[in-house]
C-alpha cells in the first residue's frame, strides 16, 4: 500500500470550512489525515513524499454537466479522451449527459457507460439517464431500473421538456428514488432561429437574436412544478439576471431546487462573439455583461449551487460553418479550474466559495463520493499553483475536438497533479 504526504500544502476543503497551510497523508485509496495536525501522528514509514509549498491542495473538480460522444460520436469524444483532458483540468469525476447515439435511455446503455469507463477512463465516470425516451419530450423512462443500474441524476441533456404534464410527472416519479431532475431550458417557439444573445450587439451582425425570456419563462414553470410536487429540480444552466431572481424565489418558498451555471456564462459574454467566431455559438448564448456580472453574484450568494464547464466538444465539419449554422457547443474540462479562478484573483468569488461550486456542492448535490478532504473519504485531490500564469493553446488540448472558448487566453492557475482514489493520474 502506497502513503503519499502532501506537506505544507494550502489545504482549501469547503467541506470541513478548512482554509489553512497543512499537511495531507493518502494511504491506499483513502485520506488517512488533513489539516494543520496531520503530522502530530509522525511522518509514515516509507512514505512518498510532496513539497507543496506555495501550492492549494484541493478537493478533486466534480463537472456535473459533460457531453461526450461515445457512444456514437466517439470522432469528437470518447469517455477515455474525455477522461484524459478532465484530468489535466484538475476534474477528477464527470456527470456525464446522456446526449449519444443511441440516447442513454435504457439500462443496457448505462451499464456500457460504466464499463467502458472502468475500462478505458483515468477518472470517474458517472451516468446521467434520459428523462424521457429518445429524448423526445414524451414517453419517460424507467427511473427506477435506471437509477438501479447507477444513473445519478435525469436529465434531457440539451433538450427542453415542452409539455408541463411530462415534466410534472418526472419530478414526482424522481421522488420515489431520490433521483434529481436536471432540465436545460430553453423555449424552442420563443428561441426559433436564435443564435445568439437577442440585443443590439445582434442586431449590428445581422443575428437573429435569442431573447432573456425563451430561458425564463420555460424556467418559472418548472419552478412552479417544483413546488407543487416537492421533487428535486435542479436548474443545469442559467445565464440571465431574471433567471436568478426566479431561482431565488423558488428557494425562499421552500421549494427543493438548485442551480448551475457554465463556466463560459461566468468568463465571457456576447461581444466575445466578435465577427461571427463560431466557437462562441453556445447554448444558452453568451448574454449582456449585466447578465454575466449577474451570474458572479449569484454564485457568491448561493442563488447558483454550481458552476460547471458544460464540456460539448464539436468537430471542425460542424464548427468552420457560417454562425447561424454553426454547431453550438465548446469544451472546457480543461480550462474549467483556470477560467474560474479569474473569479479568485479578481476578488468577486473567496477561494473556498469557488472549490465548493466545483466541488463539494456537486457531490452532495447528486450523491457523487469526492468534494472533500476528510479522513476516511477517498483520495480524489488536485495540486494546484493558483498563480502560475498559461496560455490556452489548442495544440496543448488533450481532447479529441479543440472547439475552446478559451484559444490564447491567459488563464492564473494551473493544475499540478490530480489523483483519484490515490492513484495519480496527471502531473505537469
Same mark, same amino acid.
Given at each position: 500500500m502506497t502513503t503519499t504526504v502532501f506537506s505544507k500544502a494550502h489545504i482549501v476543503d469547503p467541506s470541513r470550512g478548512v482554509d489553512e497551510i497543512g499537511t495531507v497523508i493518502v494511504e491506499g485509496r483513502k485520506i488517512v489525515a488533513a489539516g494543520k495536525a496531520a503530522l502530530n501522528q509522525g511522518m509514515p514509514e516509507g512514505a512518498i513524499v510532496v513539497d507543496c509549498a506555495g501550492k492549494a491542495l484541493i478537493p478533486g473538480l466534480i463537472d456535473a454537466r459533460v457531453f461526450i460522444g461515445e457512444p456514437g460520436g466517439e470522432h469528437r469524444e470518447t469517455i477515455a479522451s474525455a477522461s484524459v483532458a478532465a484530468a489535466a483540468g484538475g476534474v477528477t469525476s464527470i456527470v456525464?449527459?446522456?446526449?449519444?447515439?443511441?440516447? %442513454?435511455?435504457?439500462?443496457?446503455?448505462?451499464?456500457?457507460?460504466?464499463?467502458?469507463?472502468?475500462?478505458?477512463?483515468?477518472?470517474? %465516470?458517472?451516468?446521467?439517464?434520459? %428523462? #424521457?425516451?429518445?429524448?423526445? @419530450?414524451?414517453?419517460?423512462?424507467?427511473?427506477?431500473?435506471?437509477?438501479?443500474?447507477?444513473?445519478?441524476?435525469?436529465?434531457?441533456?440539451?433538450? #427542453?421538456?415542452?409539455?408541463?404534464?411530462?415534466?410534472?410527472?418526472?419530478?414526482? !416519479?424522481?421522488?420515489?428514488? @431520490? @433521483?434529481?431532475?436536471?432540465?436545460?431550458?430553453?423555449?424552442?417557439?420563443?428561441?426559433?432561429?436564435?443564435?445568439?444573445?437577442?440585443?443590439? !450587439?445582434?442586431?449590428?451582425?445581422?443575428?437573429?437574436?435569442?431573447?432573456?425570456? $425563451?430561458?425564463?419563462?420555460?424556467?418559472?414553470?418548472?419552478?412552479?412544478?417544483?413546488?407543487?410536487?416537492? @421533487?428535486? !429540480?435542479?436548474?443545469?444552466? %442559467?445565464?440571465?439576471?431574471?433567471?436568478?431572481? $426566479?431561482? #431565488?424565489? $423558488?428557494?425562499?418558498?421552500?421549494?427543493?431546487? #438548485?442551480?448551475?451555471?457554465?463556466i463560459h456564462n461566468l468568463s465571457l459574454n456576447e461581444n466575445d462573439v466578435g465577427e461571427y467566431r463560431t466557437f462562441f455559438r453556445l447554448t444558452p448564448p453568451l448574454r449582456a455583461e449585466e447578465d454575466r456580472l449577474a451570474m458572479i453574484e449569484a454564485v457568491k450568494d448561493g442563488t447558483i449551487d454550481i458552476i460547471v464547464s458544460s464540456h460539448d466538444p464539436q468537430d471542425v465539419d460542424t464548427k468552420r460553418l457560417p454562425f447561424a449554422d454553426a454547431a453550438a457547443g465548446a469544451i472546457g474540462l480543461e480550462t474549467l479550474l483556470g477560467a474560474a479562478l479569474r473569479l479568485y484573483h479578481n476578488g468577486d468569488v473567496p477561494l473556498l466559495r469557488l472549490i465548493e461550486t466545483l466541488s463539494t456542492a456537486p457531490a452532495r448535490l447528486f450523491g457523487l463520493p469526492g468534494g472533500t478532504l476528510k479522513p476516511g473519504a477517498v483520495a480524489d485531490l488536485a495540486v494546484v499553483d493558483l498563480d502560475e500564469p498559461w496560455v490556452v493553446s489548442e495544440s496543448g488540448l488533450r481532447s479529441r475536438s479543440k472547439n475552446t472558448c478559451f484559444e490564447g487566453a491567459r488563464l492564473q492557475g494551473k493544475v499540478l497533479q490530480t489523483m483519484v482514489a490515490g492513484r495519480t493520474v496527471f502531473s505537469a
Amino acid at each position: 500500500m502506497t502513503t503519499t504526504v502532501f506537506s505544507k500544502a494550502h489545504i482549501v476543503d469547503p467541506s470541513r470550512g478548512v482554509d489553512e497551510i497543512g499537511t495531507v497523508i493518502v494511504e491506499g485509496r483513502k485520506i488517512v489525515a488533513a489539516g494543520k495536525a496531520a503530522l502530530n501522528q509522525g511522518m509514515p514509514e516509507g512514505a512518498i513524499v510532496v513539497d507543496c509549498a506555495g501550492k492549494a491542495l484541493i478537493p478533486g473538480l466534480i463537472d456535473a454537466r459533460v457531453f461526450i460522444g461515445e457512444p456514437g460520436g466517439e470522432h469528437r469524444e470518447t469517455i477515455a479522451s474525455a477522461s484524459v483532458a478532465a484530468a489535466a483540468g484538475g476534474v477528477t469525476s464527470i456527470v456525464m449527459m446522456p446526449d449519444t447515439d443511441p440516447v %442513454i435511455d435504457n439500462v443496457a446503455l448505462v451499464e456500457f457507460v460504466l464499463r467502458t469507463a472502468k475500462d478505458t477512463a483515468v477518472v470517474n %465516470i458517472f451516468p446521467a439517464a434520459a %428523462i #424521457t425516451k429518445g429524448l423526445a @419530450g414524451r414517453e419517460m423512462t424507467e427511473f427506477g431500473l435506471l437509477r438501479e443500474a447507477g444513473a445519478v441524476a435525469f436529465t434531457d441533456g440539451r433538450h #427542453t421538456i415542452s409539455s408541463a404534464l411530462v415534466m410534472r410527472r418526472a419530478l414526482t !416519479y424522481a421522488c420515489d428514488f @431520490g @433521483g434529481v431532475i436536471a432540465h436545460e431550458t430553453q423555449d424552442a417557439d420563443l428561441a426559433s432561429a436564435g443564435v445568439m444573445n437577442e440585443g443590439l !450587439y445582434a442586431s449590428w451582425l445581422g443575428l437573429a437574436g435569442i431573447p432573456r425570456e $425563451a430561458e425564463s419563462i420555460p424556467l418559472e414553470r418548472d419552478l412552479a412544478l417544483a413546488r407543487l410536487t416537492r @421533487g428535486a !429540480y435542479h436548474a443545469a444552466k %442559467i445565464s440571465t439576471a431574471m433567471a436568478a431572481e $426566479a431561482v #431565488t424565489r $423558488a428557494k425562499a418558498d421552500g421549494a427543493n431546487v #438548485t442551480a448551475g451555471v457554465s463556466i463560459h456564462n461566468l468568463s465571457l459574454n456576447e461581444n466575445d462573439v466578435g465577427e461571427y467566431r463560431t466557437f462562441f455559438r453556445l447554448t444558452p448564448p453568451l448574454r449582456a455583461e449585466e447578465d454575466r456580472l449577474a451570474m458572479i453574484e449569484a454564485v457568491k450568494d448561493g442563488t447558483i449551487d454550481i458552476i460547471v464547464s458544460s464540456h460539448d466538444p464539436q468537430d471542425v465539419d460542424t464548427k468552420r460553418l457560417p454562425f447561424a449554422d454553426a454547431a453550438a457547443g465548446a469544451i472546457g474540462l480543461e480550462t474549467l479550474l483556470g477560467a474560474a479562478l479569474r473569479l479568485y484573483h479578481n476578488g468577486d468569488v473567496p477561494l473556498l466559495r469557488l472549490i465548493e461550486t466545483l466541488s463539494t456542492a456537486p457531490a452532495r448535490l447528486f450523491g457523487l463520493p469526492g468534494g472533500t478532504l476528510k479522513p476516511g473519504a477517498v483520495a480524489d485531490l488536485a495540486v494546484v499553483d493558483l498563480d502560475e500564469p498559461w496560455v490556452v493553446s489548442e495544440s496543448g488540448l488533450r481532447s479529441r475536438s479543440k472547439n475552446t472558448c478559451f484559444e490564447g487566453a491567459r488563464l492564473q492557475g494551473k493544475v499540478l497533479q490530480t489523483m483519484v482514489a490515490g492513484r495519480t493520474v496527471f502531473s505537469a
